[in-house]
């Protein structure tokens, strides 16, 4: 009797197969994919508004390389596309390899082989661009190499994330779980292995189910030999603002280790200027010195940049020169700057009036005669 028992307990599991009467759903947390998306995007988009541009005598060069650096690097991408495609190699994969095409395009590399040595150039070979790769091998005075920093940022958030993925993960299991809706189908005097039977069962579970998850009040009519129970489900778990603190957690120490305020990130509105020139000066700035070195070092020659010849990248800023006008007065009127320092601290070009060229002292700052002005 044992056996029989046995055997048909596992004839009915076997029956049961048959049927969907359990909706499961998996659903992938894009935790890790969301503190990413944040960080480096907005480093990416912020950098994108830059303008690149080559400067002799002080003067702004509009040529081939202003053209292909701020407004069409290819055929196939904008300036902004191709900078915020740049800083997302640069940050996550922590290099970025430029090269410059047959027809003067500058394209991002998705591949490449790096050969390295030590008394001469190294060279870049399998270059690889989406579906095409160079048979041809580059040298690094050929191309424009960008490298972040010595740690690998995407092995760095892959170890934070093994923690918190797996802690963010039961937190949501047990949200889920919280306020769960249980219920058990009992079929009495029920053939289910006619197909017939079969079919229209499950239509009826299925529209069941279907009104139960969407609406806020249903109905289930009771069918012959066919009952439907629900048990209520008294699993507590984490709540929905810890989950969100969790996230957060996560999300700060992402933002953290690129430089960037946690409190930009979150949108808080308390000490936003102080915040965003922190941003500016820690994290945006260092990646712009990067490829501001890297173009000096390709673009212009020695002899040229030793004369004064530079590479001048003008970034986004957070004021314009309305907000620091009074500034700007009292240094010109103090004699502190000239009007060509304050133009080009301001990201203007130089201007030919030779007014410019002065340094302006006021009544107001000149060395006062003793014993008074003559009656």
């Known amino acids: ?208 189910y279907k009104s139960i998850k969407e609406r806020a009040f249903s109905i289930v009519p009771q069918q012959k030999g066919f009952v439907y129970k629900e048990h209520s489900s008294n699993v507590t778990g984490a709540s929905v603002e810890e989950i969100n603190k969790l996230t957060n957690g996560f999300l700060d120490h992402i933002a953290k280790a690129l430089g960037i305020p946690p409190a930009l990130i979150h949108g808080d509105m308390a000490d936003v200027e102080k915040h965003t020139r922190n941003y500016m000066t820690f994290c945006i700035d260092p990646i712009l010195n990067k490829v501001k070195t890297e173009c000096a070092g390709k673009f212009i020659e020695k002899s040229d940049y030793l004369k004064g010849d530079r590479v001048d990248i003008r970034r986004v800023t957070y004021s314009n020169m309305f907000d620091v006008a009074t500034a700007v007065d009292k240094l010109r009127s103090s004699g502190v700057a000239n009007g060509h320092e304050l133009r080009e601290a301001l990201g203007l070009e130089r201007s030919n009036d030779p007014l410019h060229d002065k340094y302006v002292i006021t009544k107001n700052y000149s060395e006062s005669v003793e014993g008074g002005e003559n009656e």
């Not at 430029?98 to 490449?112: E, T, V, Y």
């Not at 001469?120 to 070979?125: A, G, P, Q, S, Y």
Request: proline share 1%; net charge negative; aromatic share 12%.
């Open 1 to 208: 009797m044992g056996f029989l028992d046995l055997f048909k307990r596992n004839s009915e599991m076997e029956i049961m197969h048959d049927f969907d009467l359990i909706e499961s759903t998996s659903e992938r947390i894009q935790l890790k994919k969301l503190a990413i998306e944040t960080c480096v995007n907005m480093i990416a988009r912020t950098i994108s508004q830059s303008e690149f541009r080559i400067k002799k005598k002080g003067l702004v060069q509009y040529d081939e390389f202003y053209y292909r650096m701020n407004v069409k690097p290819n055929q196939n991408q904008s300036s902004a596309q191709f900078w915020e495609t740049v800083i997302f190699k640069l940050i996550y994969d922590n290099e970025c390899l430029i090269i410059k095409s047959d027809s003067d395009d500058l394209l991002i590399a998705d591949d490449f082989s790096k050969t390295e040595y030590g008394l001469v150039e190294d060279t870049f070979k399998a270059v690889t661009i989406k579906n095409y790769t160079y048979n041809r091998t580059f040298k690094t005075s050929d191309v424009l190499y960008l490298q972040y920093n010595n740690e690998n940022l995407s092995r760095l958030i892959d170890g934070l994330f093994s923690d918190y993925g797996e802690l963010f993960g039961r937190m949501i299991e047990f949200q889920k779980l919280k306020n769960q809706i249980r219920s058990t189908v009992d079929m009495e005097n029920v053939n289910p292995k006619d197909p017939e039977t079969q079919k229209k069962l499950q239509t009826f579970i299925d529209r069941m």
